[in-house]
């Protein structure tokens, strides 16, 4: 479990590239065989991927979370984005086909990844945050998510947002977790931009050729920066920084929040001209 330990923002305004790579960015999610995750101290969120091929994968908690489980104080959410596969829970199978996801509440002891087929395996990407109340475990394949259809062709970020956690979905404690799909030709995401006081977040990038990049804004609105993302790379978002997306091509992306609402809308939007 790669840690990440939280920064003021004044901090940020200092890294150089390489600094910013390091605290922010997660350049390897899914590997095969195995679980990678990375822990952010902003907020104590859990990100990373389980990629099964030759063998099942069995989530369990390490030191850094001093538990006897891993959801033994946590809810997560899980998207497949690979081929088909299935995770079961406390003996219990969930199929998951390509673009299905699943909420699991806290308090789940056995959770463990399998793909269908190994010439295809499953990606399993996964946002776990600290949880007070156990809530049901949902299944929710992508017809069964809510799409909010947002953008317009002229300003190049057609898109849309299928929201899986969700109060319009499911109840969970503070995990909020979607994916929003860019139309061909559209590569915007987010723009104007905004920040959440109230909620941090994380990007994880995907759906992009090998050559193809995504570069993905962030910093204060009076004072951004930049990374520049490859396919199937994530990026913390920390509540002051705004956290916009312009590709080479269009690309799909999964975002996951946690914090003090749960209320989708809840933004602190940013005016073209304040932006720097």
């Not at 088909?84 to 673009?99: A, R, S, W």
Request: overall charge negative.
């Amino acid at each position: 479990m790669d840690i990440r330990y939280a920064n003021h923002p004044e901090d940020s305004k200092k890294y150089t590239t390489e600094e910013l790579r390091r605290h922010y960015l997660a350049e390897k999610v899914f590997e095969a065989d195995n679980i990678c995750l990375t822990y952010s101290h902003v907020d104590r969120i859990i990100f990373g991927g389980a990629m099964p091929v030759k063998e099942s994968l069995t989530l369990t908690a390490g030191k850094e979370m001093g538990v006897d489980y891993f959801l033994e104080r946590r809810e997560m959410g899980v998207i497949n984005i690979g081929g088909d596969g299935y995770i079961v829970l406390d003996g219990v199978e969930y199929d998951m086909k390509h673009q299905d996801g699943i909420y699991i509440g806290m308090g789940t002891k056995e959770v463990t990844f399998k793909s269908t087929d190994s010439s295809n395996p499953a990606k399993f990407y996964i946002n776990s945050v600290p949880a007070h109340k156990s809530y049901p475990t949902v299944k929710i394949d992508i017809s069964k998510a809510s799409p909010v259809h947002l953008g317009e062709q002229s300003s190049l970020n057609k898109r849309t947002i299928y929201q899986f956690v969700h109060p319009n979905v499911c109840e969970s404690c503070q995990l909020l977790m979607g994916m929003t799909i860019l139309e061909p030709n559209n590569v915007w995401n987010t723009m104007p931009c905004h920040t959440h006081e109230r909620r941090m977040e994380v990007y994880f990038y995907f759906n992009m050729e090998e050559d193809t990049r995504v570069i993905h804004l962030m910093g204060e609105p009076s004072e951004t920066r930049h990374l520049l993302l490859s396919n199937e790379q994530g990026v913390i978002s920390p509540s002051w920084s705004i956290h916009s997306g312009v590709g080479t091509s269009n690309y799909t992306f999964i975002w996951g929040m946690c914090g003090e609402n749960q209320t989708f809308n809840d933004m602190d939007h940013v005016a073209m001209k304040d932006l720097k």
